[in-house]
Structure formats: C-alpha cells, structure tokens
C-alpha cells in the first residue's frame, strides 16, 4: 500500500453489454468462471496494446519500461492462521493460455494450502521482514525492469462481483488493475481499468475498455463454444469454480 498512495491513479469505466459472451457460457458444462474469461480477454488486448504491458520504473532513471508478454496478478481472500488476508497469485503469458488452464490455475490458488503456493510463501515471508527491509526490497522490485513483472505482474485483476459488490478505488503499485461489478441477467456489466497516468491517458484507456468488450464477445466467446469440442479433458479442468 506504501508504494501504491503514490501512484497517481485514474480510473476509466465502460457499461459493457456482453450477451454473446454470456450465452456461450451458458452452453458450456461445467461453465468457466468469470474470473477465467476475464482474464483471458484482458490478456488478449494486453498483447494488442503495447501500453497495456508497460511500466514506470524509477531505476537506473526514471523511465518506461516495456515487456514482451503479460504477466497477470489476481487477488485471492485466503483464511491464513485463523484470519482473512489478500494474497497475489501471478500467472505468465496468459494471453497463450487456454481458458481451461487458467482455471485450474486460479482454481489451486484459491483452494491448494497457502503455504504450498510459492508466491503465497514469499509474501508472508516479506511481510514479517523489518519495515524498512521491506520497503528496500518492494522499491527494488518495482523499480528494476527485469525484475517487476516477475514479483508484481504487467497488470492485477481483483473482484467483489461473486458478493454482490464492487471496489471503486482500490490500490495497487501494477500500471493498470481492472475490475468489474456484477453480470446481470442481460449481459449488461460495468467493467473499470485503474491506470497510471504517468503511463498512458484516459482517451487509450477508454478505446482499449471499447476494443475489450469485442475481444469478450468475439474470441473469448468463440473459445467457450469450442471447448466442448475438446471432450473430457476441458470439462475436468474446468470443474470447480464459477466466480
């Protein structure tokens, strides 16, 4: 959070209408999460949007830092000695993952035993660090190029829609975190990206929301009617999970 007060954020929303996804998601048995299909259609305009997938980093100058492919980071409640906590998950590349393999993946984040998730283990173990270790370490992390996608990710996705809620500021030290509120029966959904102005400005962020209800409707969507052509396997990797 001491890293994140700073950034100076500014967040971009658009009323979504994503019908076609919604249908093809009600053909599909088990159906995927939304967790999963979001994610999937904000890897694949991260990867059209070289934006999307830049940084800015403090070291050895103050500078934008671009990466070839995403790396996701997605907030999980976890029950951690006896107390409710936020833990980061990442997940390489997702944009060249099927749908089925993020599931699972979000799947063994919310359900394997925290201390079995590696990146799980390395945040508790930072947190009990010295203070001023801590935020040594978080500043190097966010500020070496190289090293900032690996810990942090290119960009977070964090939800409240399978409880009815929605976070409208949340902090977060990634150049870009989105969200969204709760799918009606319609399809009709507000979806936000949270950016960093250092990085872009409102006009891109409201075409790329725009491009990102296409992508969700077109090959996201397109992905959904296939898996059932993949037999068994899809259907195991997806049963689980419908956030």
């Known amino acids: 959070m001491r890293f994140s007060i700073g950034i100076p954020r500014v967040t971009v929303q658009r009323q979504m209408n994503i019908r076609p996804l919604l249908d ?83 799947r063994e984040a919310r359900s394997r035993p925290v201390l079995e998730i590696k990146e799980f283990r390395r945040s508790l173990k930072l947190a009990r660090a010295p203070a001023l270790l801590r935020w040594s370490l978080m500043w190097l992390g966010l500020n070496i190029g190289r090293k900032r996608a690996r810990y942090f990710g290119t960009f977070q996705l964090s939800v409240y829609s399978g409880l009815g809620a929605e976070s409208l500021n949340p902090l977060s030290p990634v150049t870009t975190l989105m969200n969204y509120g709760p799918i009606d029966e319609n399809g009709s959904v507000t979806v936000r990206i949270h950016y960093d102005h250092r990085v872009m400005d409102g006009a891109s962020i409201a075409r790329a929301l725009e491009r990102f209800e296409r992508i969700l409707n077109g090959a996201v969507a397109d992905e959904i009617r296939g898996l059932g052509q993949d037999g068994i396997s899809a259907r195991t990797s997806i049963a689980g999970g419908s956030l």
Do not use: C
Request: charged share 30%; hydrophobic share 35%.
């Open 24 to 106: 093809a998601r009600r053909t599909s048995n088990p159906r995927p999460s939304w967790t999963a299909l979001f994610l999937k259609g904000y890897a694949l305009l991260s990867k059209e949007i070289p934006d999307l997938r830049r940084a800015y980093i403090k070291f050895p100058r103050h500078q934008l830092y671009e990466y070839p492919a995403s790396v996701a980071s997605i907030a999980h409640e976890r029950d951690y000695e006896g107390e409710r906590i936020v833990l980061l998950s990442t997940i390489k590349a997702p944009e060249d993952r099927s749908i089925p393999e993020l599931e699972m993946q979000i």
